[in-house]
């Protein structure tokens, strides 16, 4: 129960990213969400950070007429006795130029910790580790 | 429970398309079922026209050699009150040639309608929108 | 429930397998586990020559600074009554160099059979066949 409805709510949220929908996006973390890289110096912290990340690449890709989708799998989940999630996932970006071919643009590994909220969840952090990253 | 099964019911469909099982793709859709495309100018419909298309396109592969593969991800699956499924997901289809390597040929978005059919589905519609496409 | 823990059990395999760690990854096969694919005249048979040959390879990619992440997808899981599952689906590998980017490597279609073990599962024998693979 509790890995499919995980299941979905990364298709949901990937699908809001892909989207563009930066807000919608951004309600998918708690109020004060962590969102880290391995190539940023610092994580993003807030909806308000989150969100304004996807609206200027979103904005950046739409100018391109470039297409991008998230794919995320061999996803586990961990639940704890304080009643978070963790969970752990690869995802890759493919990204598709305007009348041209699909072609991966990365391939990541994941860490994320979720809260339950409703039916669904809410990402309290996130920490991307990107494959071929030199510091 | 469903969203396991919906899983189950793609990767078999999947796999009879990729083996070229054109027949016994096609009796995945209901009778009556429409398979449409963005760059198609009008949808398939119906076993006999949905299979006769898988048929050509498997017959071109198998002269060519060369092994499609279609992945399914980013599923989300919505029950509505009438007892069908609406669905969604991403579909990355992933060609090998003969003695040649693996690459992306196509990154898709698709919409389907599911209705029930025994212990599995069928699919009564199906929306494919391939990413990078010009009118 | 069976289904997502299968799902479960293949992605912490894969981790395992991308994250070099060849005893734990030999590990999760049965102790007379078979390891076959169709480009090697003889499968790797018991955990000692299953270890050692992800060993060799995971030396090899950490020379060359290069990550691999093996993607499974499309899984349709067989229970059978003598309390075995087959399992079918397609897996992918993706390597990324150092200060590279990201390419697909292999694209292929496996055969398992997994035997119960505790909450999680062991493999009983492995069957891959590599797309685009010729005698």
Same mark, same amino acid.
């Given at each position: 129960?509790?890995?499919a409805?995980?299941?979905q709510?990364?298709?949901?949220?990937m699908?809001?990213? &892909? &989207?563009g929908k930066?807000?919608?996006w951004?309600?998918?973390?708690t109020e004060?969400?962590?969102?880290?890289?391995?190539?940023? $110096?610092? $994580?993003?912290? /807030?909806?308000?950070?989150? /969100?304004a990340?996807?609206?200027r690449?979103?904005d950046?890709l739409?100018?391109?007429g470039a297409?991008?989708?998230?794919?995320?799998g061999m996803l586990?989940?961990?639940?704890?006795? &304080?009643?978070?999630l963790?969970t752990?996932?690869?995802a890759?970006?493919?990204e598709?130029p305007?009348?041209g071919?699909?072609?991966?643009?990365?391939s990541?590994?994941v860490?994320?910790?979720?809260?339950?909220?409703? &039916?669904?969840?809410?990402?309290?952090s996130r920490?991307?580790?990107?494959d071929?990253?030199?510091?």
């Amino acid at each position: 129960m509790t890995y499919a409805r995980v299941q979905q709510f990364y298709a949901a949220q990937m699908r809001l990213l &892909d &989207d563009g929908k930066a807000e919608e996006w951004a309600a998918t973390f708690t109020e004060d969400g962590e969102f880290g890289q391995d190539r940023r $110096p610092a $994580p993003r912290r /807030g909806r308000l950070d989150i /969100g304004a990340g996807l609206r200027r690449a979103a904005d950046a890709l739409a100018e391109r007429g470039a297409v991008r989708r998230h794919w995320l799998g061999m996803l586990t989940v961990d639940e704890r006795p &304080d009643g978070t999630l963790h969970t752990r996932y690869y995802a890759l970006v493919i990204e598709t130029p305007r009348g041209g071919v699909a072609a991966l643009h990365l391939s990541t590994a994941v860490d994320d910790v979720l809260v339950r909220h409703g &039916d669904s969840y809410l990402v309290r952090s996130r920490y991307v580790v990107h494959d071929g990253h030199t510091a």
